[in-house]
C-alpha cells in the first residue's frame, strides 16, 4: 500500500472516505464476531463468579461434613492462675480433675560475690568455667513408673507405727518419684521414723533407733507391698525388699542407664560357646523376656538363661557345666554378656547389671576423665590404693561389673578413714580424708587406671581429691530427638555438609527418631564419619575425604544441625562436637569479662551480671539454662569462683485423676493430654477444667452456610433472569450449568437422609426452608433448641455415611471411586512368624466377596470394624516380625482399604483401618460438598471445562476476526488500486486536453 494515494488529487474525490464507506459492509460480520467474544467473556466472568461463590459455599460445608467439626468446645479452668486451658476442639466432654506436682523450670547457677563487675579481678590467675548440656549428673531421680522393671507402682496410702505406738497415715497418691515417698513418710508430723534409699530399696528407721516398726497398707490397698516395705521391723529399722528388678516385660530401651541394646540397629544373633555351641538369634526382640526366651529355646535343655538373683543382669546356666563360656554377638556388650563382664558365679556365669542401684548410673555408663572408660574387666581387674593421712591403707578392686554405688562403697568401706561422695557440680566424685592425720591422702593406681579415670590419682595434701568430670553417657544413639533442646526436639527439615575436598552432601532429617537415625544419615555421606564421641556427650565427625577446604554444616531447613550442636564451619579433618563447653578465662579478668567469653564461646545459656544489693560484694554472675526440662539440665564446675546452683532443670508434672492419678510430664509445661485442647501448667496445686460442647459455633457454621448459599442462589438467579419489562437478560440466561448447579443444591439440601432417625433426618427439622422468593430461611429459636437437645443427632445429620454391608459395592467406596487395585496381586501381608501372604482382590465386587478373599488363608482375619465403616485385620500368627500390609503392582490398596498407617507396633497383631465414606446414604454436608466438587474441582470441574470451551470458543472467534481481516484489508487494497489508476486515467486526459488546446489555439490566426 505503500506510495499509493488516498484523496483524489486529480478528481478531486475524497477517495479515503469512499474506501471506508465501501467497506463498512465487510466490516459488519467482524464486529458482530467481536460482540460474540465480549458477550463470551462476559458469561465467563460469571461463571468465574459463581465459582468463586460456591467455594465460599463449600469452605463451610466442608467443616460441617466430618464429625470432627462438631467437636468444637469449651474449656474452663477453676485456677487459671494455676493451669491454663485453651484450644475450641475437643473429642472428649466433662470434667477433668488436676494437681499441678511441678512447674518446669530450667538450670540457675548464681557465682559468688565481687565488689565490683568491671574492675574487681575475679580470676587473678586466669581459669575455666566448664558448662554442660545434656543433664550429666550422677545423681539420677528414680521414676516410681520405672521401678520393678518398669511396672510402677501401686497408688495410695500406708499407715506407720513407729516404737511408741504412734501412728500416721502417709499419701502416696501424688507421689512421682521415690524421692517423693521419702520426703512424705519424712514429713508425716506423727510417726517419729526415718527413711532413705538404700541400693535397691527403701529403709525406715526409728528416731531412737530401737524397738517395733511396722508399715500397713490403707484401705486394702497394695502401696506399701509395691515400695517393698509392707511388714514390720526389729530393732528399730525395716529394710525394705528390692524394687530395683527386672521382669519380663522390661523394655530393652530403658537398660543400661537409658543406652538401650544396639539402639536402631538389628540385634542379630548371640553365639554361646559353653559345653555346646549353639546361635540364638535375638534379633526383633523387644524386651529382656524375649531375649530369654530366645537363648532359652536356642539352647533346647544345655544352657538356660534366667534373670540373676538380684534381678538385674542375665544369668546363664550350662548344664555341662563347663570351666569357661563365652557369649559374642553385637548386642552381647549391651547385655552385658560379654567376656570384659561375663564372671563364673556359683557354677553359673553372670552378666554384669543392666540397671544401676536406685539413684546411681552404671560403671560402663562412665566414659571416664579422658573418654576411656574405667578400663576395669573380668579378666583384667583394676586396683588403686587409698592412703589417709594417718597412713591406713585401702585397696579398691574394680572388674567392670560395678554401679557408682558400689564404688562409693568400697571407696568409703576400707580400712583408710576416708568419704566418697559425688561432687558439687555432680559430674565426678569427691574424696574426703576424715582420719584428722597430718599427712596427704594419697590415692595410686596399682593395675590399670581406675583411679586416674576417676580423676581422683595423686597426692593431695589437703585431705581432699575433688575428682573431676567422669563423663556419664548422656548423649548416646538411643537418645530421642524430642528430647533435645528442652523438648523442642529436632524439626524436619534438611542440613547441608560441605566436605574439605568441596563436595557436598543434603541431609534429610524427616522420619529421624533418635541420635543413631541421625547417626546413620550422616555415615552415608561419602567421606564423612559420625559417632557418639569418648566421653558420650556429643558427636564426633571426621573428614575422611583430602582438599584444602573445610568442613562444615548447616541447616536448610529445620533445626537439626544446631539442636546436635553440629551446625558451623571447622577447621582439621575431625572435629569434637561436645555438649561440654569449657570456657578458658585469662588472667586478671572482671566478672563482665567472664561473661563476654562465655558469649563469644556461644555456649547455649542465658548469662547475665547483676547485684544483689549487698554492701560489699553485691556482684555475680547469673547462668541460666536456655531450655526448661530435666533433658536439658546444666552441669556446671569453675577453677576460680564457685557457684551456687539456685534452681534445678526440672520436668513439668500433673496429675490427672484423684484417687490413682495418671502421671503427665511435659519439658516445657504444656500437656495435651485432652485432644485439641492445650494445657498450660503455671502453678503447683488442684485445678479442674471443664470441657463443654460449642454449640454456638456449630449454629454459627449453620447461620453462614445460609448465608453462602442464599449468596450463590441469589446471584444465579440474578445472573439467568428475564426482566419481561426491558426484555433484558442476566449475563448467564439460559445458562444449564448454572441453572442445573442452584437446582441441585436446592434439592439436595432438603432432601431426608436416609439411614439415620427419621425425626431428625431433614433440613426442616433445623428450622430451614425455602421461601417463596427461593431463599433458604432459618428459624434459629429450632436451630438452637435442636442444637441443645439432640447435638448428636444434628452432628449425623450433616455428617452421616452409611456403613458398611455384606451387599456394599466396592464401587461405593471413597464416595464413589471405588477401591483402587491393580492388574495382578494388590496386596501383600507380612506376618509377625515372618511369612507373608500375596492376595489378588479383583475377584470381589462387594464387601462379602472382599471378606472371603481375605480369609480365605487361616494366617488373616479381617472384618469390619465395631464402627461399621472401617476394616480391621488380625495376624494369627505368633513370632516378633511386624505385622505390615503393603501394596503390589503400585496397586494403592492399602490406603484405598483405609490402613493409613500399615504397620503395626510393639509386635501387635491387629491393624485397624481408617474410615470410608460411601456414596450412599450421605449426610447433608457431605453430598453438597460432593457436589459442589464436581463444579469447583480445579482439575476437571464443570467450571473449569466451561472455562476452558469459552477460551477455545474465543480462539476461534479471534481466528475468524482475523481471516476477515485479511479479506477486509485486500479489499481496501483493490479500491485503492483502482483509484489510482483512475487518478492517473484523469491526470492522463487533462494533460492531453491541454496539449490539444494549446495546439488548435497555435492554428487559429490571429484577429
Known amino acids: 500500500m505503500s506510495g499509493l494515494g488516498i484523496d483524489g488529487l486529480v478528481s478531486g474525490l475524497d477517495t479515503s472516505g469512499i474506501i471506508t464507506e465501501l467497506l463498512k459492509l465487510r466490516q459488519k460480520p467482524i464486529d458482530g464476531v ?65 494437681v499441678g506436682k511441678q512447674v518446669a523450670a530450667a538450670s540457675q547457677f548464681v557465682s559468688q560475690g565481687f565488689p565490683d563487675p568491671d574492675r574487681a579481678t575475679v580470676a587473678p590467675q586466669g ?40 501412728s500416721a497415715i502417709v499419701d502416696l497418691t501424688a507421689a512421682v518419684t521415690l524421692r517423693d515417698v521419702v520426703d512424705a513418710i519424712n514429713a508425716n508430723g506423727a510417726a517419729q521414723v526415718e527413711a532413705s534409699i538404700e541400693g535397691d530399696g527403701l529403709a525406715l528407721r526409728n528416731l531412737s533407733q530401737a524397738g517395733s516398726l511396722s508399715i500397713t497398707e490403707v484401705g486394702g490397698g497394695t502401696t506399701a507391698a509395691s515400695l517393698g516395705i509392707a511388714g514390720s521391723g526389729v530393732g528399730g529399722t525395716l529394710t525394705g525388699q528390692s524394687i530395683n528388678r527386672l521382669n519380663a516385660q522390661t523394655s530393652l530401651a530403658t537398660l543400661n542407664d537409658g543406652r ?93 547389671a543392666l540397671v544401676p542401684s536406685l539413684g546411681s548410673v552404671l560403671g560402663s555408663s562412665i566414659r571416664g576423665v579422658n573418654g576411656g572408660g574405667l578400663g576395669a574387666t573380668v579378666q583384667t581387674p583394676a586396683t588403686f590404693s587409698l592412703t589417709d593421712g594417718q597412713g591406713q591403707q585401702t585397696h579398691v578392686t574394680l572388674n567392670g561389673r560395678e554401679d557408682l554405688r558400689e564404688i562409693l562403697a568400697r571407696l568409703s568401706g576400707g580400712a583408710a578413714q576416708v568419704k566418697a561422695t559425688i561432687n558439687a557440680a555432680g559430674t565426678g566424685i569427691e574424696i574426703l580424708d576424715v582420719s584428722g592425720g597430718s599427712g596427704a591422702l594419697n590415692i595410686t593406681d596399682l593395675t590399670g587406671a581406675a583411679a586416674a579415670a576417676l580423676g581422683v590419682a595423686g597426692s593431695h595434701a589437703l585431705g581432699r581429691a575433688a575428682g573431676a568430670n567422669v563423663n556419664f553417657q548422656h548423649f548416646h544413639a538411643g537418645r530421642a530427638l524430642s528430647s533435645l533442646l528442652g523438648g523442642e526436639g529436632v524439626q524436619s527439615g534438611e542440613m547441608r555438609v560441605r566436605l574439605r575436598n568441596g563436595s557436598e552432601a543434603a541431609i534429610r532429617t524427616a522420619g529421624a527418631r533418635s541420635v543413631g537415625d541421625i547417626l546413620a544419615r550422616l555415615n552415608a555421606v561419602p567421606g564423612l564419619t559420625a559417632a557418639i564421641n569418648a ?31 553440629l551446625a558451623g564451619v571447622f577447621s582439621g ?16 579478668a572482671t566478672l563482665n569479662a567472664v561473661m563476654t567469653e562465655i558469649v563469644r564461646v556461644g555456649v547455649p545459656v542465658n548469662v547475665a551480671t547483676f547485684g544483689d544489693g549487698s554492701a560489699s560484694s553485691p556482684a555475680r554472675l547469673s547462668i541460666t539454662g536456655k531450655f526448661q526440662g530435666s533433658d536439658a539440665a546444666l552441669t556446671l564446675s569453675s577453677d576460680f569462683m564457685s557457684f551456687t546452683q539456685t534452681s534445678e532443670a526440672r520436668d513439668a508434672l500433673l496429675l490427672m485423676g484423684e484417687n490413682s492419678p495418671q502421671v503427665l510430664r511435659s519439658r516445657n509445661g504444656t500437656f495435651s493430654v485432652i485432644p485439641g485442647l492445650t494445657l498450660d501448667l503455671l502453678g503447683v496445686g488442684p485445678a479442674q477444667v471443664t470441657v463443654s460442647r460449642d454449640t454456638t459455633a456449630t449454629a454459627s457454621d449453620i447461620k453462614m452456610l445460609v448465608e453462602r448459599f442464599n449468596d450463590l442462589t441469589a446471584k444465579v438467579k440474578e445472573f439467568t433472569a428475564f426482566d419481561k419489562q426491558s426484555l433484558t437478560t442476566g449475563r448467564l440466561h439460559g445458562d444449564a450449568t448454572a441453572i442445573t448447579l442452584a437446582a441441585t443444591l436446592k434439592r439436595l439440601l432438603l432432601d431426608p437422609v436416609a439411614g439415620i432417625d427419621s425425626t431428625m433426618n431433614n433440613a426442616a427439622a433445623l428450622g430451614l426452608s425455602i421461601d417463596r422468593s427461593g431463599a433458604l430461611t432459618l428459624d434459629e429459636g429450632r436451630l438452637q433448641n435442636a442444637l441443645s437437645q439432640r447435638f448428636e443427632q444434628v452432628a ?107 504397620q503395626a507396633g510393639n509386635g501387635a497383631a491387629m491393624l485397624q483401618g481408617g474410615t470410608i465414606v460411601l456414596a450412599e446414604e450421605q449426610g447433608l454436608a457431605r453430598r453438597l460438598d460432593r457436589e459442589i466438587e464436581r463444579y469447583v474441582n480445579s482439575l476437571d470441574g464443570v467450571f473449569r471445562q466451561r472455562r476452558e470451551e469459552s477460551d477455545k470458543r474465543v480462539e476461534a472467534y479471534n481466528a475468524d476476526i482475523a481471516r476477515m481481516g485479511r479479506g477486509v484489508n485486500m479489499e481496501r487494497e483493490r479500491l485503492m488500486r483502482q483509484f489510482q489508476t483512475l487518478e492517473k486515467f484523469l491526470a492522463k486526459s487533462q494533460q492531453l486536453q491541454t496539449q490539444l488546446a494549446g495546439q488548435l489555439k497555435a492554428l487559429t490566426p490571429p484577429k
Open 34 to 98: 467481536k460482540a460474540r467474544i465480549e458477550k463470551t467473556q462476559d458469561r465467563a466472568d460469571a461463571l468465574k463468579e459463581l465459582n468463586t461463590r460456591a467455594l465460599a459455599l463449600q469452605e463451610v460445608v466442608k467443616r460441617l461434613r466430618l464429625p470432627s467439626g462438631f467437636t468444637r468446645a469449651q474449656a474452663v479452668s477453676s485456677n487459671p492462675a494455676l493451669l491454663r486451658a485453651t484450644g475450641d476442639i475437643a473429642t472428649q466432654l466433662g470434667t477433668f480433675s488436676f
Open 127 to 166: 581459669g575455666h568455667v566448664t558448662i554442660e548440656l545434656g543433664d550429666a549428673r550422677l545423681s539420677r531421680p528414680v521414676d516410681l513408673a520405672a521401678i520393678h522393671g518398669g511396672a510402677g507402682f501401686a497408688r495410695g496410702k500406708i499407715r506407720i507405727v513407729d516404737d511408741g505406738g504412734r
Open 260 to 352: 538401650g541394646v544396639l539402639p536402631g540397629q538389628d540385634l542379630g544373633v548371640l553365639t554361646i560357646q559353653g559345653s555346646t555351641t549353639f546361635v540364638a538369634n535375638i534379633n526383633g526382640a523387644r524386651t529382656i523376656g524375649e531375649i530369654l526366651d530366645r537363648i532359652n529355646m536356642a539352647g533346647a535343655g544345655t544352657l538356660t538363661a534366667a534373670l540373676t538373683q538380684d534381678g538385674k543382669g542375665i544369668r546363664l546356666v550350662d548344664a555341662g557345666t563347663p570351666a569357661a563360656l563365652t557369649v559374642t554377638g553385637a548386642a552381647a556388650p549391651d547385655l552385658g554378656l560379654s567376656a570384659d563382664t561375663l564372671a563364673p558365679t556359683g557354677g553359673a556365669f553372670e552378666g554384669r
Open 535 to 565: 566421653t558420650g556427650d556429643g558427636i564426633q565427625l571426621t573428614d575422611t575425604t583430602s582438599g584444602s577446604g573445610t568442613l562444615a554444616i548447616e541447616d536448610l531447613s529445620g533445626n537439626a544441625a544446631r539442636a546436635l550442636n
Open 573 to 588: 579433618a575431625s572435629v569434637d562436637r561436645s555438649f561440654e563447653f569449657r570456657v578458658q578465662v585469662t588472667a586478671g
Open 796 to 902: 449425623e445429620l450433616f455428617s452421616h455415611s452409611a456403613r458398611l454391608k455384606d451387599t456394599t459395592a466396592l464401587s461405593q467406596f471413597h464416595e464413589g471411586q471405588g477401591l483402587r487395585r491393580a492388574a495382578g496381586p494388590d496386596l501383600r501381608v507380612r506376618f509377625r512368624n515372618g511369612t507373608s501372604l500375596d492376595l489378588d482382590l479383583s475377584g470381589a465386587q462387594n464387601v462379602r466377596e472382599l471378606l472371603v478373599l481375605l480369609n480365605a488363608d487361616s494366617r488373616l482375619s479381617a472384618t469390619v470394624g465395631a464402627d461399621g465403616r472401617s476394616f480391621s485385620f488380625t495376624d494369627n500368627t505368633s513370632g516378633n516380625q511386624p505385622f505390615a500390609l503393603s501394596d503390589l503392582n503400585q496397586s494403592g490398596t492399602t490406603q484405598s482399604l483405609g490402613f493409613l498407617q500399615p
